[in-house]
C-alpha cells in the first residue's frame, strides 16, 4: 500500500514538472513577430558584412563548375580531348609552358595553327628562354630543359612569319603551364620534382561570372606582355 501511494505522488510530479517545462518552453520559443525580428536581425548583420559576404559563397559555387574535371596526372587527359579544343577553337590559341613538347610533336599541330590562323584565329605561343631554364626543378639532368625548348622552337619554326601566329620567350619561374582553347583551358600544374606529364592538370570552362578562368588568362597576359619575341 506505501509502494502504490509513493508511486501515484511520483507520477503526479513527474507531470506537473513536465507540464510546466512545457509552458515554459512554448513562452521562451520566439512567436512569428519576434522570428521576424530575429530574422531581420541575421540579415542586417550580414548586410553589415559587405556586399561580398554574400557573394563570397556564390562564387565559389561558380568556381566549382568552372572546372569541368580534374586530372591526376597531364599525361592522363585522352589524345581525342586535346584534338577537340584544338579543332573547336576559333578565337584564341594560347601556349604558356617551358617546351609544351607532348603538343607541339604532334604531327599535324604546326599545320593545324596554320589554318586557324589563316582563318582568323589569333594564336600566342610562350615558351621558356632556353638559355634561362634550369633543369633541377623537375629532377632532370643538365641542360635537358633548354634541349626540350630548342625542339619545341625548332618545330614551330615554320609559323614564325605567318599572320596571326605570334611566338615569345619568357624567363618566368611557372607554376603553371597554361593551354586555353577559346572558353576553355587545360592547366598543368608544376610540382617540384615531377616532369609536367605526372603533375595534376585542370579543365576549365569560363563562365561569365566565374574567376577562376580569368585568373589563370590574366597570369598569361601577364608573362606575355613581359616576354620577348622569338628569333629563329
Known amino acids: 500500500m506505501i509502494f502504490s501511494v509513493s508511486r501515484r505522488r511520483l507520477e503526479s510530479a513527474l507531470f506537473a514538472t513536465i507540464h510546466g517545462l512545457s509552458r515554459r518552453l512554448v513562452q521562451c520559443e520566439p512567436q512569428p513577430p519576434q522570428r521576424r525580428q530575429v530574422d531581420d536581425q541575421h540579415g542586417r548583420e550580414r548586410l553589415a558584412e559587405?556586399?561580398?559576404?554574400?557573394?563570397?559563397?556564390?562564387?565559389?559555387?561558380?568556381?566549382?563548375?568552372?572546372?569541368?574535371?580534374?586530372?591526376?596526372?597531364?599525361?592522363?587527359?585522352?589524345?581525342d580531348l586535346w584534338d577537340r579544343l584544338l579543332n573547336d577553337a576559333?578565337?584564341?590559341?594560347?601556349?604558356?609552358?617551358?617546351?609544351?613538347?607532348?603538343?607541339?610533336?604532334?604531327?599535324?599541330?604546326?599545320?593545324?595553327?596554320?589554318?586557324?590562323?589563316?582563318?582568323?584565329?589569333?594564336?600566342?605561343?610562350?615558351?621558356?628562354?632556353?638559355?634561362?631554364?634550369?633543369?633541377?626543378?623537375e629532377q632532370l639532368g643538365k641542360g635537358t630543359v633548354a634541349a626540350r625548348i630548342r625542339n619545341a622552337l625548332a618545330f614551330v619554326r615554320p609559323l614564325a612569319e605567318v599572320p596571326g601566329i605570334e611566338v615569345r620567350l619568357h624567363k618566368t619561374t611557372l607554376y603553371n603551364s597554361v593551354f586555353r582553347f577559346d572558353d576553355e583551358m587545360i592547366v598543368n600544374t608544376h610540382v617540384y620534382g615531377f616532369p609536367g606529364a605526372h603533375a595534376p592538370a585542370l579543365h576549365l570552362r569560363r563562365l561569365s561570372a566565374g574567376d577562376l578562368f580569368e585568373t589563370y588568362s590574366e597570369s598569361l597576359e601577364t608573362v606575355w606582355a613581359g616576354a620577348k619575341r622569338a628569333t629563329f
Open 90 to 137: 576559333t578565337e584564341h590559341i594560347e601556349v604558356l609552358s617551358l617546351a609544351a613538347l607532348f603538343l607541339v610533336e604532334r604531327p599535324t599541330f604546326a599545320k593545324e595553327l596554320r589554318t586557324k590562323a589563316e582563318n582568323g584565329t589569333r594564336v600566342r605561343l610562350l615558351f621558356g628562354d632556353p638559355t634561362a631554364r634550369r633543369s633541377e626543378e
Open 50 to 79: 559587405g556586399p561580398d559576404a554574400v557573394a563570397t559563397e556564390r562564387k565559389a559555387e561558380i568556381a566549382e563548375s568552372e572546372v569541368v574535371k580534374v586530372y591526376p596526372h597531364r599525361n592522363n587527359i585522352p589524345a
